[in-house]
């Protein structure tokens, strides 16, 4: 089978600071627990570049920073991709690495050594402190504010992080969800993926199965009713991580409202 044929096209947006698009599907790199070589993304992500994801999310946690980099490799001498510059990488410093003099060192590897083009983001952030990052695309204040800012927002962990020990199956167990896929013959994941979607954001979803990482690119060619969307709507939200960590009466969080801009 011809390789071009066979990937998907994935739609993409315009980022106001570099002008370069980012692909509004993304592919998720953090196998927990987190291992160094993990043949397992490699293979994932090259299967991943094969189906037409072009967008990956990684970070110096994860330790899939390597396998993520062999994957590619592995694709450009396949032919999957013509070039490094069809893809979009996104990593993240870990909170240590935030002071001044290790921010370049850094963002070096991505930047400086290898001619590639930065845009900078923040993650995990807030609207009333300057945000970029959302946790489930969900928070209409956030998305508000970061539209008039001109700020795009990439959502991860939308089908809620199962098999870590932060994450949940509230969503993939829904009802509410469940009822929408059996009357669309859709899939529960294919259901929320695609409610992210048409909230304008962006997002990062992480299988290794085969079979649902091509479904998870079947989000594009229908649309949610008026009716769906306020059905979905109605579900109660849930922070699988409150953040509780962050609150101290020496810092600026002194509470879990104040982190989350009352949107607890």
């Known amino acids: 089978m011809n390789k071009e044929k066979m990937a998907r096209t994935i739609p993409s947006a315009a980022l106001s600071s570099t002008g370069k698009t980012i692909p509004l599907l993304g592919f998720g790199t953090a196998d927990y627990p987190f291992l160094s070589d993990n043949e397992a993304v490699k293979e994932s992500v090259l299967h991943a570049i094969e189906l037409g994801y072009r967008h990956f999310d990684t970070a110096e946690l994860y330790q899939s920073e390597r396998s993520l980099g ?22 993240k410093l870990w909170t240590g690495h935030a002071h001044r003099e290790l921010v370049l060192p850094c963002t070096a590897k991505f930047s400086q050594e290898s001619g590639n ?23 209409r204040k956030l998305r508000e504010f970061c539209k008039k800012k001109g700020v795009h927002i990439t959502a991860y962990s939308p089908l809620g992080a199962k098999g870590t020990v932060w994450g949940s199956n509230r969503v993939l167990e829904s009802e509410v969800l469940k009822e929408i896929a059996t009357a669309r013959g859709k899939t529960v994941a294919q259901v929320s993926l695609r409610w992210v ?45 409150r953040a509780e960590f962050y609150v101290s009466e020496e810092g600026p969080f002194k509470s879990v409202e104040t982190i989350w801009d009352g949107e607890i």
């Open 117 to 139: 083009r930065v845009s900078r983001s923040l993650s995990n952030s807030f609207s009333g402190k300057l945000e970029a990052g959302d946790r489930f695309g969900s928070r």
């Open 197 to 241: 979607y048409e909230q304008g954001v962006s997002l990062v979803v992480k299988s290794f199965n085969k079979k649902r990482m091509k479904e998870n690119l079947d989000i594009f060619d229908w649309k949610l009713s008026a009716e769906e969307l306020q059905k979905i709507e109605q579900i109660a939200q849930y922070r699988v991580n």
């Open 70 to 91: 062999q994957a590619i490799a592995e694709a450009l001498r396949l032919g999957f991709i013509k070039s490094r510059d069809e893809l979009f990488i996104t990593s």
